[in-house]
């Protein structure tokens, strides 16, 4: 089945420092959305891309849909703590039943004091 | 307030105990979806229900039942638990399944049960 290849598993990074996680997959995807979950919270969306190529910022995030379509980055300019938290890609394509998403397994973010 | 709602946040039972977690959800969708979350495995759906009384298997729907009588509830059922269905679950809702431009179709998660089966 269609599978989203999140990375890295996991982050740790100096307050203030850029951070960058990508998805990829091997099959097209229609909308790329990232999730952001807070510890002890449900997954909340940060950015939701719908076309090739699309760069949306959010603040101090940016998402950009890839080009060919299976792939998704997320920046995150000068971190700060409250961005710990595990940050989720998820795809939707017409290959999938129902109109469904997926989810990557994450990219845990840990800001180092 | 628009809000997913989920009982109870957290749960200790053992094998076979037959359990119920409910979901709840204040906005009218029609959608809704319950996952599991486990370390290194992401989000996997479990179940999903497109309206009331139309329900779907997910990917990963074994040991689990659903049912959607009204259109705000969607309880998830665990007749005789098992302790690798020891999870964090997450009850979602929106307006549709898919997303699209026009927007206001966001998948709003509740604050998740977590479920521990000995």
């Known amino acids: 089945g269609q599978q989203l290849n999140q990375s890295p598993q996991s982050m740790f990074i100096q307050e203030g420092e850029d951070v960058s996680m990508n998805c990829t997959s091997s099959?097209?995807?229609?909308?790329w959305l990232w999730y952001k979950q807070d510890p002890g919270e449900g997954p909340v969306l940060l950015i939701a891309l719908y076309k090739a190529g699309e760069l949306t910022s959010n603040g101090r995030l940016t998402a950009q849909f890839g080009i060919t379509r299976k792939d998704s980055f997320l920046n995150i300019s000068a971190s700060i703590p409250s961005d710990v938290g595990i940050y989720f890609c998820?795809?939707?394509?017409?290959?999938?039943?129902?109109?469904?998403?997926?989810f990557g397994k994450g990219t845990r973010l840990h800001i180092l004091p | 307030e628009a809000q997913v709602t989920q009982n109870p946040r957290y749960l200790i039972t053992v094998t076979g105990k037959k359990l119920t977690v409910t979901c709840s959800q204040n906005m009218n969708h029609e959608y809704m979806s319950w996952y599991r979350q486990d370390p290194g495995l992401g989000l996997r759906q479990i179940y999903y229900s497109m309206n009331v009384e139309v329900t779907d298997k997910g990917d990963v729907p074994e040991g689990y039942k659903v049912s959607r009588k009204e259109k705000r509830n969607f309880p998830l059922i665990l007749e005789s638990p098992s302790p690798n269905q020891t999870s964090l679950y997450f009850c979602?809702?929106?307006?549709?399944?898919?997303?699209?431009?026009?927007?206001?179709?966001?998948?709003?998660f509740g604050p998740g049960t977590r479920l521990t089966v000995l």
């Open positions: 099959s097209i995807f229609n909308t």
């Open positions: 998820a795809g939707q394509s017409d290959g999938l039943p129902d109109d469904k998403i997926i």
């Open positions: 979602a809702s929106s307006s549709y399944p898919y997303y699209h431009r026009l927007g206001d179709n966001e998948q709003f």
